[in-house]
Structure formats: structure tokens, C-alpha cells
């Protein structure tokens, strides 16, 4: 079955610590990922998208995230969280064989400390 | 570059009416449209796929006849919630794919918030 997962419902970090959420995902072909912000309220916002190619993709502000195919794996990083992170992270996977689709993960919030 | 907007940020109804929901694509063309429907503190439910100028391809579960969904532009898809009761009550988000695109990307709306008394 198709699926996304977050392991982290809740991750709290203080402000300039580094930062790692996970997303791991079960799809049968190559999927197209991606990784979403949405503040409280409010829309998603596209952090960064992984196609093919180089598989460590660098996003806005200051977001990367690696693909690793032997661990069906597509982390989400920043070396140093800033107050303004704070709020709810998701990873989607983007169907490539049949009807085009996102699969979305159940999110992870993110806290940030001063 | 690739705005989408929602119109109303909220409404608030009496059960039993009708409440229609607006998504525009503001500076790009978008062949299809999705819906979506979020719980507090959960995650994005797809409800259905809009494509220009065809029938909307409902998700399993999904009440076409209290949902109906229209897309007759390139620029615009509309959501409505027909015969509306307190359990309609949620989040619900549009996002748009570039016509033509070749990188199949979302872009995301600000969502709506409905509120059924």
C-alpha cells in the first residue's frame, strides 16, 4: 500500500539548534517527494521537491533534504532552527503511475525554544 | 510566482444551507485542481481531483452530491458544500498544478475555514 510516514508527531528544539524531521515512505515506483510548511491557519508552502537527480536538494529558508532510496527516506534538515520554524511540517509523496496524486504524511509540529 | 488564493478565508453558516467555496490560480494556468479537507492537528485529506472542463474524480468516501465541484476555467474551481451540517465543519485547502508543468508540483491555497452552526 501507498503510504507516508512521520515517526515524529512533536519534535522541540531550541532556537539555533539543528534540526532533522523524518519522513519515510511506501510506494511501489519512483515517487516524486516533497516537503511542506504551513503555519497555524494558514495554506502549505512548498520547502523543496525531489525529482531525480542530485539526491540532496536544497530549498528555502535553509532546508535541505536527502533522498535515500535503501531506506526509502526523504529527511528534512536545517543546521540551525530560527523561532520563525515553528509550525507543522509535512512530507507528501507524489504518485507517478496511475492517477496523479499526493500522499500526505500526518505531519510533524515542530517547537521552537528561545 | 505560482499564487493561489481561496475566497472566503472563513464562513460561518446555519445548517441546512449552501456555502461555495472559490480557488483561483492567480498568474499561472492550472488544468487540474485538488480539495482537500483538514481536522485540527491533522493531516491533509484528498477529496477530490478538478480538471478543466470535466467531471470531478471523486476519493473513496467522498459525497459527490454534498460536494460538487465545478472547474470551468483554467483559473478558477469551486467547491460546494451543499445542504451543510456541523460535521461539514472543517478546514479546506485547494491546490493547483501548472498546466503543463513538467514538474508535477502543488501549489497550495490558504485554505477556508467553515464553521456550521
Known amino acids: 500500500a501507498q503510504s507516508v510516514t512521520q515517526p515524529d508527531i512533536h519534535i522541540t528544539v531550541s532556537e539555533g539548534a539543528s534540526l532533522e524531521l523524518r519522513c519515510n515512505y511506501s510506494?511501489?515506483?519512483?515517487?516524486?517527494l516533497f516537503w511542506y510548511v504551513q503555519s497555524p491557519g494558514q495554506g502549505l508552502q512548498l520547502l523543496l521537491k525531489?525529482?531525480?537527480?542530485?539526491?540532496l536538494v536544497q530549498g528555502i529558508k535553509g532546508f535541505e533534504a536527502e533522498f535515500k532510496r535503501s531506506q526509502s527516506s526523504f529527511n528534512l534538515r536545517k543546521p540551525s532552527v530560527h523561532w520563525s520554524d515553528a509550525a507543522e511540517y509535512f512530507c507528501?509523496?507524489?504518485?507517478?503511475?496511475?492517477?496523479?496524486?499526493?500522499?500526505f504524511g500526518t505531519g510533524t509540529r515542530l517547537k521552537v525554544l528561545a | 510566482g505560482a499564487v493561489v488564493s481561496q475566497h472566503p478565508s472563513w464562513v460561518i453558516c446555519k445548517s441546512g444551507t449552501s456555502v461555495k467555496i472559490e480557488c483561483r490560480s492567480l498568474?499561472?494556468?492550472?488544468?487540474?485542481m485538488f480539495w482537500y479537507r483538514q481536522f485540527p492537528k491533522q493531516s491533509l485529506m484528498l477529496m477530490a481531483t478538478?480538471?478543466?472542463?470535466?467531471?470531478?474524480?471523486?476519493e473513496q468516501g467522498v459525497e459527490k452530491d454534498k460536494f460538487l465541484i465545478n472547474h470551468a476555467s483554467l483559473t478558477l474551481s469551486t467547491l460546494t458544500v451543499t445542504s451543510a451540517h456541523p460535521e461539514d465543519s472543517s478546514f479546506y485547502i485547494c491546490s493547483a498544478k501548472l498546466a503543463g508543468g513538467v514538474l508535477e508540483t502543488q501549489y497550495f491555497g490558504p485554505g477556508t475555514r467553515l464553521l456550521v452552526l
Open positions: 510506494y511501489g515506483a519512483t515517487p516524486y
Open positions: 478538478s480538471n478543466e472542463g470535466s467531471k470531478a474524480t471523486y
Open positions: 507528501a509523496v507524489g504518485t507517478t503511475s496511475g492517477t496523479y496524486k499526493y500522499i
Open positions: 525531489y525529482f531525480s537527480g542530485d539526491t
Open positions: 498568474d499561472f494556468q492550472a488544468t487540474t
